[in-house]
C-alpha cells in the first residue's frame, strides 16, 4: 500500500467512524459501563452493550438517511450523499437485529416484565419519549426550542447511559429498582456533562441557527458570552460540586484527579472554541471527552476504589 492509498484510507476510515456514528456507540457502552461500575454493579452481558450499541448508531444516522441532490458545504452530508447505499444498508440491518433481539428479550423476560411497577415502566418509557419528540411530531419538535435542545440530549443521554443498564441488571436478576442517591447523582453529572458538550456543538451551527431564527444560547449570547457565561461557570460548578463530593466521601487523591480530567478539559475545549473549528474537530475532541470521562471514571473506580 502506498503512502497515498494509506492517507486516503485512514481519512475514509475516520469518516466512517465519525460521520457513521460509530464513535457515538462506543461512547454509549463506554458510559453505561462506567455508570454500572460506579453504583457498584456487575456489568450486563455482551448483548446488552451491542444493542446499546447498535440502538444509538441507529437513532443518530436517521436524520442523515436521505438522498441529497446537491453538493453541500457541509462535510457529513457531502458523507452521506456518497455513502446512502451504505448507510440505509446499515440501518436496515440494524432495525432487523433489535427487533430480533427483542422477540428473545420478550421470550427470556416477559413474565417479569408484567411485575414492573409503574416508577419503573415511567423510566423506561420516558426517554424513548423524549427521544421521540426531540426528533418531532406533527404537532410537537423539541429541537425548535434552542435553549432546551441542549438538556433533553442531556437528560436522554443520561436515561441511557445511567438508568437503563440498573433497569436491566434488576429485571435480569428478578429485582425491583429502587432509586439511589448515587443513581440521582451520577443522573444528573451525565446529564450536565452531555449538556455541556451540547452547547459546544451549537456554537458549530451559529450561522446556521441564527439564518433559521434558533434561538441557541450562542444564537442568543454570542460567542464570548456562551462560552464565559455559560460554557466555563457550569463546568467550573460541576468541578466543584465534584470536590465537594469527593471531599465527603473521602476519595483517595488519585481518584480525585482521574476524575478531575475531564472537567479540566471541558475547560480547555470551551477556551479552545473561541476559534473556529472544523466538525471532525467537534466529532473527535468535543465527543471525544465524553470516552475519556468514561475512561477516567473506569480507571478511578476499577483501580483505586
Not at 436517521?62 to 446537491?70: E, F, H, Q, S
Not at 416508577?119 to 425548535?144: D, K
Not at 443498564?165 to 446529564?191: C, E, Q
Not at 466521601?249 to 475545549?269: G, R
Request: proline residues 3%.
Amino acid at each position: 500500500m502506498t503512502r497515498m492509498s494509506l492517507i486516503r484510507f485512514r481519512s475514509r476510515l475516520t469518516q466512517f467512524i465519525f460521520f457513521g456514528n460509530i464513535f457515538y456507540g462506543l461512547c454509549a457502552v463506554a458510559l453505561s459501563a462506567e455508570a454500572m461500575l460506579q453504583q457498584r454493579l456487575p456489568l450486563n452481558g455482551f448483548w446488552y452493550f451491542f444493542c446499546v450499541f447498535i440502538a444509538t448508531i441507529l437513532y443518530y444516522t436517521y436524520p442523515y438517511v436521505r438522498k441529497c441532490g446537491y453538493v453541500s458545504s457541509n462535510l457529513r452530508t457531502n458523507w452521506y450523499t456518497r455513502n446512502y447505499n451504505l448507510i440505509w444498508l446499515m440501518q436496515y440491518s440494524i432495525t432487523i437485529a433489535l427487533l430480533a433481539v427483542s422477540v428473545i428479550f420478550l421470550s427470556i423476560y416477559g413474565p417479569w416484565l408484567s411485575q414492573m411497577q409503574g416508577s419503573q415502566w415511567l423510566m423506561a418509557l420516558s426517554f424513548p419519549f423524549a427521544a421521540a419528540l426531540y426528533y418531532g411530531t406533527r404537532f410537537v419538535n423539541l429541537r425548535r426550542i434552542g435553549w432546551l435542545k441542549p438538556f433533553m440530549i442531556g437528560f436522554i443521554w443520561a436515561g441511557v447511559v445511567t438508568i437503563y443498564p440498573v433497569l436491566y441488571f434488576d429485571l435480569a436478576h428478578s429485582r425491583i429498582y429502587t432509586f439511589s442517591w448515587v443513581g440521582t447523582l451520577l443522573f444528573l453529572k451525565n446529564m450536565m456533562f452531555i449538556a455541556v458538550l451540547c452547547i459546544m456543538f451549537d456554537i458549530k451551527d451559529y450561522s446556521a441557527d441564527y439564518f433559521i431564527r434558533l434561538r441557541t444560547f450562542v444564537v442568543n449570547l454570542g460567542l464570548r458570552k456562551t462560552i464565559y457565561f455559560i460554557l466555563i461557570p457550569v463546568t467550573g460548578a460541576g468541578l466543584g460540586f465534584f470536590l465537594l463530593y469527593a471531599a465527603v466521601h473521602d476519595f483517595s487523591e488519585i481518584k480525585v484527579f482521574l476524575n478531575s480530567i475531564p472537567f479540566v478539559l471541558l475547560l480547555v475545549v470551551a477556551l479552545a472554541l473561541r476559534r473556529r473549528r472544523s466538525i471532525l474537530y467537534y466529532l473527535v475532541v468535543v465527543d471525544g471527552l465524553m470516552m475519556i470521562k468514561a475512561a477516567c471514571g473506569i480507571l478511578a473506580i476499577g483501580l483505586f476504589s
